[in-house]
């Protein structure tokens, strides 16, 4: 199955700044997915990234907040944009598995804290 | 609305005890289903996936079953182990193709000695 890196696994940042996680996948992917799972909560997709083309965005996320980059097959970017407190999440990128039918692969996902 | 209920949302067993986690789901049409393995601070790791046409399927220890006509599926662990401590997530799959998921909140295992 395939293997991501996700970058970086924590961070604690300060409100009204940025922060750019990166995943980089060991094999070539159509789509990429990014997910936020705030305390206690399922995981909930942003958006679906698709390389040559601008990302997708599900209700309730907007490009101008998390701006993402898919410059190639195996790599993408998710930027969490003039972040609050409210921000503190674990965000996860995701692949669809192309060995194993129906089956996706999840980063080890970026622990957040905005103070 | 698509959703998925898990049961139940925390659970404390003694390590070598069997127990079972129950998974819900209201998701329409139905492709598969898939149970995952979420420990802290990493991402699910994908335990079993089942389709319409499959009722059982085991992954070591682990164990899922799908009943499509009531909607509902359980993950049973066997013979628990420390290391089984952690967030057990039932994940629905609408048909339709893209990335229809919905994910249950998870139930928290904790195996203690």
């Known amino acids: 199955s395939a293997v991501i890196s996700q970058k970086p696994s924590r961070d604690i940042c300060q409100r009204g700044t940025s922060l750019t996680i990166q995943c980089q996948v060991d094999?070539?992917?159509?789509?990429m997915f990014w997910y936020r799972q705030q305390p206690g909560q399922s995981l909930t997709l942003i958006a679906t990234?698709?390389?040559?083309?601008?990302?997708?965005?599900e209700s309730g996320f907007v490009i101008d907040k998390f701006p993402i980059s898919r410059p190639n097959l195996t790599f993408s970017t998710l930027t969490v944009s003039n972040m609050s407190p409210e921000d503190s999440s674990i965000y996860l990128c995701?692949?669809?598995?192309?060995?194993?039918?129906?089956?996706?692969?999840f980063g080890s996902g970026t622990r957040l804290t905005v103070v | 609305k698509n959703q998925v209920e898990q049961s139940p949302q925390s659970l404390i067993i003694l390590e070598g005890k069997n127990c079972t986690l129950q998974?819900?789901?209201?998701?329409?049409?139905?492709?598969?289903l898939r149970w995952y393995k979420q420990d802290t601070g990493r991402g699910p790791v994908s335990l079993t996936i089942?389709?319409?046409?499959?009722n059982t399927k085991s992954n070591g220890r682990y164990t899922a079953t799908l009943d499509a006509d009531t909607k509902q599926s359980s993950l049973h662990i066997t013979a628990s182990q420390l290391s089984d401590s952690a967030s057990y997530i039932c994940?629905?799959?609408?048909?339709?193709?893209?990335?229809?998921?919905?994910f249950g909140t998870g139930t928290q295992l904790k195996v203690e000695l």
């Open positions: 995701s692949v669809e598995d192309a060995v194993k039918l129906y089956g996706y692969t």
């Open positions: 094999s070539q992917v159509t789509m």
């Open positions: 990234a698709n390389q040559g083309s601008e990302a997708t965005y």
């Open positions: 998974c819900n789901y209201t998701v329409s049409p139905f492709s598969n």
């Open positions: 089942m389709t319409f046409s499959e």
């Open positions: 994940v629905v799959s609408a048909a339709g193709g893209g990335n229809k998921l919905t």
